[in-house]
């Protein structure tokens, strides 16, 4: 699967002898079977790894975990809870849109491409990085949460105050061997109408991130997005 996959340089130097692994033979054999039974499969290939791409290793400042990508065409393209752009935003992001307004100040954008944050250090990963169209969480199980825990412990260990946002009791769950006195941890119910109202809206997840980046001497994150949705 090495052969197959272009990664951005740090991530394979911490992440590339994890594609050598079993599992992720298997893994690579069922996209393939998936992909020859005529199954769409989102986001595109080329996108798999697109948050590990846009937002290297070392630029990493805050972690938001999200689950599978989204399931409808034209939506995903490898970013957590972003999509592209000319896609209407979907009812989680517009709920992530509110709570930065209320946090912030700032008013929602009309499109719901969220690229500018990865490129100052947000990665927006999602803990399943694919799924068939139309049959949400249809890749979960098949090896993804190996190697994106992977992703979280490498981050864990060999990185410090970096902020964990975790949205949700399956984020919540994948992310409790992070360390709190070495991170800053953010847990709240997931934006989805079904929870936000549990305690989502009045979390603060964005004015909290920036107070602890600047307390531990790194650049806050300019949450606002630009009026267009750039890739």
């Known amino acids: 699967m090495t052969r197959e996959v272009k990664l951005e340089a740090s991530w394979l130097d911490v992440m590339g002898d994890e594609f050598e692994k079993p599992y992720m033979e298997e893994l690579r054999s069922f996209l393939l079977q998936e992909k020859q039974n005529g199954k769409t499969l989102f986001p595109p290939g080329q996108q798999i790894f697109y948050a590990l791409d846009r937002t290297p290793f070392h630029r990493v400042k805050v972690v938001i975990l999200g689950q599978d990508p989204y399931h409808g065409p ?43 944050w990865a490129d100052q250090g947000v990665l927006l990963l999602n803990s399943v990085l694919t799924v068939e169209a139309h049959r949400a969480a249809s890749h979960q199980g098949r090896g993804w949460e190996q190697f994106t825990d992977r992703i979280i412990r490498e981050l864990e260990n060999r990185r410090e105050h970096l902020v964990f946002i975790l949205w949700g009791g399956y984020a919540r769950k994948k992310g409790s061997f992070i360390r709190r006195d070495r991170h800053l941890v953010i ?45």
Request: aromatic fraction near 10%; include cysteine; proline fraction near 15%.
């Open 187 to 231: 847990e709240s119910p997931h934006p989805s109408p079904l929870s936000s109202y549990r305690g989502f809206f009045g979390s603060r997840p964005f004015t909290r991130s920036n107070d602890y980046l600047q307390q531990t001497g790194q650049t806050p994150i300019d949450w606002k997005l630009p009026e267009e949705g750039v890739l």
């Open 74 to 116: 034209g939506q995903a393209h490898g970013l957590c809870f972003s999509v592209q752009p000319g896609v209407a935003p979907p009812p989680s992001l517009i709920n992530i849109y509110k709570e930065m307004e209320s946090d912030l100040g700032l008013q929602p954008p009309p499109h719901g491409c969220l690229s500018s």
